[in-house]
């Protein structure tokens, strides 16, 4: 995911005569800002998205939610691991000027998500949940690569309208092989739809009442 395969998309939408209303992705992910830019063309676009194979990462955070439909096929992999917002970034506020573009990406994160009406815990929540923290390890760290939620449970945050396409959405039994890489995490009862939960205020971030 780049700004020349989201160009490519863009100009091949513009110069059918017949527009699509449908985008299939297989997508391992990519920028993070480039992810929000295909995100926002899609929910602008009203388009549909299904997952043929796999929607992981800045595809799952930003392209996979933004679209007015979401299908789904049995196989479908779903996997988020983290965003602008996650806590671990790997020494990276160590380098010069990081707080800047982070705090940047943060504040056009939280407002993408609050158009959608989504709740912008969704993409952390194994990582920010002390009760979830220890069985999920960050990306960044030991342990399976990403994680995943239900339907209902995507519903919660806000992701609706989602359809699978085959009747089901069972990816782990049809690739067994990928099933050790993505964590499903449950949400707790106690959780609380929130929108703009995480902010940035005056170059600060805050974030509150994680439930």
């Known amino acids: 995911m780049n700004k020349e395969n989201n160009q490519k998309v863009f100009n091949d939408f513009d110069n059918a005569t017949d527009k699509p209303d449908l985008l299939v992705i297989n997508s391992g992910g990519g920028d993070i800002t480039q992810g929000m830019a295909l995100g926002k063309w899609v929910h602008e676009h009203n388009l549909n998205v299904e997952v043929s194979v796999v929607c992981a990462s800045s595809c799952a955070n930003y392209v996979f939610p933004a679209a007015n439909k979401k299908f789904l096929r049995k196989d479908s992999v779903l996997l988020w691991h983290g965003s602008a917002w996650q806590q671990d970034w790997a020494g990276s506020e160590d380098i010069e000027g990081f707080s800047v573009i982070i705090n940047a990406m ?19 929540y194994g990582q920010h949940v002390k009760a979830l923290k220890e069985r999920f390890l960050n990306y960044f760290g030991y342990g399976p690569q990403g994680f995943d939620y239900s339907v209902d449970d995507m519903s919660r945050f806000g992701i609706k309208n989602v359809i699978l396409k085959d009747g089901e959405w069972n990816w782990r039994h049809y690739r067994a092989d990928k099933k050790s890489e993505v964590t499903r995490i449950q949400l707790q009862d106690d959780y609380r739809f929130t929108l703009r939960r995480f902010v940035v205020d005056d170059g600060a971030t805050s974030s509150m009442d994680l439930r």
């Open 106 to 124: 943060r504040q056009q994160e939280t407002q993408f998500y609050a158009d959608l009406e989504i709740d912008n815990l969704f993409t952390v």
